[in-house]
Structure formats: structure tokens, C-alpha cells
């Protein structure tokens, strides 16, 4: 991977592509903490944090080096990430569980000094609006590295054989390209064998997904998160280092969501404790949601800041939406 980066390095250089230039010296960095290289990796952030913002070659010239191109980029989409865990409210024990991991990421070296590797197969489960796929964004950012989230819809094949061919490609890229694999919706790949609606495709592609796990020695990250855990067929649990469980938000979590979406308004911490307790059972999504149609309102209304009012009323409509879905 570094010989690739290197010479795109020069590549940008010496075409005065400062955006890829710019792309590829992080990626290099990512490389590095990767690697386990974790000083080298933050001596080379460093350096770049110093570095003037790029402008590109032309317009429209900014490529993410990260992004899969090619056969690769019907399958797997993304690129790097500025979500961090700062921006992920999350229940204690599961914040506790993620930094861990993040931890073990950033400290390879010296986990394999003693003959382990960090924990880097994940399996979020939990209800839907949860910040399953939100925690994959802010780990991927959090280890910078990007984020390649795997295209269940392109995954499927008419085709007899096909779907266990792209997942192959999947496992091949993730040494070649260092990064962190999301399957979301994970249960669509990975359903047990042998139910009632089960066909042989689904069997040969769950087998082919355990078979691959097993002789994964990357260094990337796959995460897998569901909705249906109990949908999962049983080998898969056993191929994971780490099952979190993602929960709805409790009252403190909703208020602390609140605040984290609508800080710039400083808004009275009594009324979002107030309004965080009338707004039990929404999700996480249903909350971020009801903080951006505050701020539609408000804006729409030409004012400058947003009321108490504003927030009843924005997550009283996802309430009102959400009840009439059911």
C-alpha cells in the first residue's frame, strides 16, 4: 500500500495537485496508524495540520484517494471521514466498549509485541436510528482511515456463484486498501441457513462469508451492523471479536443529543432537560431529525434563534410521523 501512496505523493507533486497531494499525505498517516505506527502516524498529522488548505489542480479537480474506483466502485462506496466520537452520543457502556477498540486500533505494535492483535471484527446490533452506522463513521475518522461501506444491493447477483465472487473482491481489497468495512443491514448477507425461506445461493453465500472471515489477516476493520440479530445464522457471532449492543437513548442521552445538535443556540439546559423527558421513546435519528426541522423552522420564520417551542414542536412532528408509519 505505501509504494502506492508514494507515488501518487509525487504524482500530485509534481503535477501541482495540491488536493491530492494533501489526500495522499493522509493517507499515508493512515497507513502508519495501521501499521501500528501510532507516533510516526501523529508526527505525520501533525505535519500536515500545518500544511495551507489545498486548492485544486482545476476545478472540480478534489478526488478522494480513498474512493474505490474501477469494478471496485459499484460494490464498495466512501472515503474519509470527519465525523469523530466527540459527535456520537452513546449509552456509557457502549462508549466504553468503542474506545476500547479504538484504543487496541491505535496500539498494535505493541498488542503484537506480546503475540495478539487488537479486536477489529465488530458487530453492532440494535435497533434501527440507534448510531450503528454513525459510530462506523467516527471510528473510521477517529483512526483515519476511510470508511468503505459495502453496497448490499450491488453485492446480489442474478447470477449463479457471483454474489460469493464479490464478496472475495471485498476481502482481497481490505489489505490492499487499509480502511474500515461497513456491512451495513449485515443481516441480508448473513441470514442462517437453513429457515424456512432459504435457498442454496444464501447458504453458499454465508459460507463463503465465514470461510473468508476466518482467513482475513488484513488490517483493516470490517464492522457489520443490524437491525436483526436474531436473524444472523449462529457460526457468524463466533468470526466477531466484539458484539456492542446499540440501545434507544434514555431522557440523558436525548437531552445530551439536544445539546451536541443545537449548541450554537444556547439553549437553557433546564427546558432541554424538560423537553428530553417528554420526548422518551424517539431514537437517535428521530432527535437529530427533529433538531434540523427546529432550525428549518426557525429559519423559515426569520429569526436568528431557535425557541424551546421551536424543539417541542419539531419532535412532536417526528412523533406524530412515526406513529403514522407504524
Not at 452513546?90 to 505493541?110: F, M
Not at 466484539?242 to 439536544?258: H, Y
Not at 421551536?310 to 408509519?325: F, I, S, T
Amino acid at each position: 500500500m505505501k509504494p502506492d501512496i508514494l507515488k501518487q505523493l509525487l504524482e500530485s507533486h509534481a503535477e501541482g495537485d495540491e488536493a491530492g497531494f494533501h489526500k495522499a499525505a493522509l493517507q499515508l498517516a493512515s497507513a502508519e496508524s495501521t501499521a501500528g505506527h501510532v507516533r510516526v502516524a501523529e508526527e505525520l498529522r501533525s505535519i500536515i495540520a500545518k500544511m495551507p488548505p489545498p486548492r485544486s489542480k482545476r476545478p472540480g479537480a478534489i478526488v478522494d484517494i480513498a474512493q474505490p474506483r474501477g469494478e471496485m466502485a459499484d460494490i464498495l462506496e466512501g472515503g474519509h471521514r470527519e465525523e469523530r466520537l466527540r459527535d456520537v452520543v452513546l449509552l456509557d457502556e457502549t462508549r466504553s466498549q468503542i474506545e476500547r477498540a479504538l484504543r487496541e486500533n491505535r496500539s498494535r505494535g505493541r498488542l503484537e509485541k506480546w503475540g495478539v492483535g487488537p479486536r477489529r471484527r465488530l458487530l453492532f446490533h440494535g435497533p434501527p436510528g440507534c448510531g450503528k452506522t454513525l459510530t462506523a463513521a467516527a471510528m473510521a475518522g477517529e483512526l483515519g482511515l476511510p470508511l468503505m461501506t459495502i453496497r448490499v444491493d450491488a453485492l446480489f447477483s442474478r447470477f449463479l456463484g457471483a454474489t460469493a465472487n464479490h464478496l472475495r473482491s471485498v476481502f482481497a481489497e481490505m489489505p490492499r486498501r487499509p480502511g474500515v468495512y461497513l456491512f451495513d443491514e449485515f443481516d441480508a448477507v448473513a441470514k442462517a441457513r437453513g429457515d424456512s425461506q432459504d435457498v442454496g445461493e444464501m447458504s453458499r453465500i454465508v459460507t463463503a462469508f465465514l470461510q473468508l472471515i476466518d482467513a482475513d489477516v488484513s488490517g483493516s476493520l470490517l464492522i457489520a451492523a443490524t437491525n436483526h440479530s436474531q436473524l444472523l445464522d449462529h457460526a457468524v457471532f463466533r468470526r466477531f471479536d466484539l458484539i456492542v449492543p446499540f440501545q434507544p437513548p434514555g431522557p440523558s442521552q436525548i437531552e445530551a443529543l439536544l445539546g451536541l445538535r443545537l449548541r450554537a443556540f444556547e439553549l437553557p439546559v433546564g427546558g432541554l432537560r424538560e423537553i428530553a423527558a417528554a420526548a422518551a421513546g424517539l431514537s437517535y435519528a428521530d432527535v437529530a431529525r427533529a433538531c434540523d426541522d427546529a432550525i428549518r423552522s426557525m429559519a423559515l420564520d426569520g429569526h436568528e434563534q431557535i425557541t424551546m417551542e421551536d424543539v417541542a414542536n419539531a419532535l412532536e412532528g417526528v412523533r406524530r410521523r412515526d406513529q403514522h408509519l407504524r
